[in-house]
């Protein structure tokens, strides 16, 4: 993603809800667009919705778009299941359990 296209990203999200915010990245996963969703995601995330904190530990589990990073899920799947979202209790390939 460009500095510009980025620009262009930053303007409508400051105005999303975080549900918003996820349905973008979503579309953007769905388009392959793994570097765009993944900053829709983040955007969301630190609003603290658990849908996308989900969606990003999904994306360092399998390595959509980014390096397989079972600590940076786990701490993703962590937050969402903190606040009640359990869609993903175990990290799958590797020993790590979440209680």
Same mark, same amino acid.
């Given at each position: &993603? #460009?500095?510009? $296209? ?8 400051? *105005? *999303? #809800?975080?549900?918003?915010? #996820?349905?973008?990245?979503? @579309?953007?996963?769905?388009? =392959? ?14 609003? =603290?919705?658990?849908? *996308? ?9 399998? =390595? ?15 937050? *969402? ?10 990290? $799958?390939? @590797? $020993? &790590?359990?979440?209680?």
């Amino acid at each position: &993603m #460009t500095a510009l $296209s980025l620009f262009f990203v930053v303007l409508p999200v400051a *105005a *999303a #809800t975080p549900e918003e915010i #996820t349905e973008q990245g979503l @579309s953007a996963q769905r388009n =392959g667009d793994y570097d765009l969703a993944k900053f829709y995601y983040e955007e969301a995330a630190a609003q =603290g919705y658990d849908e *996308a904190q989900n969606k990003l530990g999904y994306m360092y589990q399998q =390595g959509l778009g980014v390096k397989t990073d079972y600590a940076r899920a786990k701490f993703y799947y962590e937050q *969402a299941a903190a606040q009640g979202n359990a869609d993903h209790t175990t990290i $799958s390939g @590797s $020993s &790590m359990k979440m209680d």
